[in-house]
């Protein structure tokens, strides 16, 4: 573990007794945050990742591997330390605000057992951090969503944790809102230097929060690196396939031989009456401001291609498809590649 590690998990493990026997959620998951950084675990519904933020707040125990927080060790098999005593701040999906106690109560609620006079300076500037001085005042119900989650991040913070938690912290929230909020939220994450980790199974909220994201499938870690990694030099074929619309091709297909599984997304291909790739236009539909379709190549494989803004061809058309850069990422075949 490096000297600016915030949290360490090593070959963490959770799991619950089912009817069939014990039955791991979490499996041998190791990553480190290092300080002031923001990672985010990322995978569908299921995947694990939710657990692992419980374990490491200290909601669930650890059945092997154990969780280093701010250099200390807080979780390992038949020890835990408790979770208001791990220095772990959390943000629950639904904020989980108090309904009778108004903004500034609800931001000093986690410092009660400071001073007054050092409780109400604490609160005043985190009022000011997250832009509701006006609003200290107000209650719950009568606040944005977008306020409600920055009342709910300024009560995480109140104590100085040493790492914040946040589980699904856009979940409710529509899409453009969803989008503006975390722009809001990594600005201000990142003004104080806090270390975070949230869980989500929106692929784009993670690449906008995060400096580092892991990719998790059936309890395991598949990948943790930047979203630049991620997308560019996927580990896996679980991870170039989850990420970006991609579609493995044999490499056959683009010269690159039998071996290799090249990875191509929409903008990866493109028309070209010369193109080595022969196919069938199977449908096409605007998305502002191109059109996009998606074409059949031998052997059932189906790419999504940039049409561009007018559509050249009704669908059943054949068209002829080239890379539209030479450095398209690859993977070894070890296993076969279905249609897409």
């Known amino acids: 573990m490096s000297h600016g590690t915030v949290l360490h998990l090593d070959q963490v493990t959770v799991g619950y007794p089912g009817p069939d026997g014990w039955r791991p959620v979490v499996q041998v998951l190791s990553l480190e945050l290092p300080r002031g950084e923001i990672g985010a675990l990322l995978g569908a519904s299921g995947c694990g990742k939710t657990t692992a933020l419980r374990a490491i707040a200290g909601f669930e125990p650890v059945a092997g591997g154990r969780i280093v927080v701010g250099g200390s060790e807080v979780a390992r098999p038949g020890h835990a330390v408790p979770p208001e005593s791990r220095r772990v701040g959390m943000m629950f999906q639904d904020y989980a605000l108090f309904p009778h106690l108004d903004v500034a109560a609800n931001i000093g609620f986690g410092i009660h057992r400071l001073p007054s006079g050092e409780r109400a300076g604490r609160v005043q500037e985190l009022l000011e951090l997250v832009g509701l001085v006006h609003a200290a005042r107000m209650y719950p119900h009568e606040l944005s969503g977008g306020q409600q989650q920055r009342v709910a991040l300024a009560r995480a913070l109140a104590p100085r944790p040493a790492l914040i938690l946040l589980d699904e912290p856009f979940s409710s929230l529509d899409g453009q809102m969803r989008t503006r909020l975390a722009a809001d939220l ?9 270390t975070s980790l949230l869980v989500t199974h929106d692929q784009s909220e993670a690449f906008a929060m995060a400096d580092r994201v892991g990719v998790m499938a059936q309890g395991r870690l598949l990948q943790w690196a930047s979203p630049a990694g991620l997308y560019r030099a996927p580990a896996t074929h679980e991870v170039a396939t989850f990420i970006g619309r991609g579609v493995l091709l044999p490499g056959g297909l683009l010269g690159q031989g039998s071996g290799r599984l090249v990875l191509v997304r929409p903008g990866d291909l493109r028309l070209d009456p010369g193109g080595p790739l022969a196919g069938v236009l199977r449908e096409a539909s605007f998305r502002g401001p191109h059109y996009e379709g998606r074409v059949e190549l031998p052997g059932g494989h189906v790419v999504e291609v940039d049409l561009g803004r007018e559509t050249p061809f009704p669908p ?10 030479s450095d398209l990422p690859s993977l070894p075949a070890t296993t076969a590649a279905g249609p897409g």
Do not use: D, I
């Open 186 to 194: 990594r600005q201000l994450l990142k003004a104080t230097g806090t």
């Open 316 to 325: 059943g058309s054949p068209v002829t498809l080239s890379p539209a850069c």
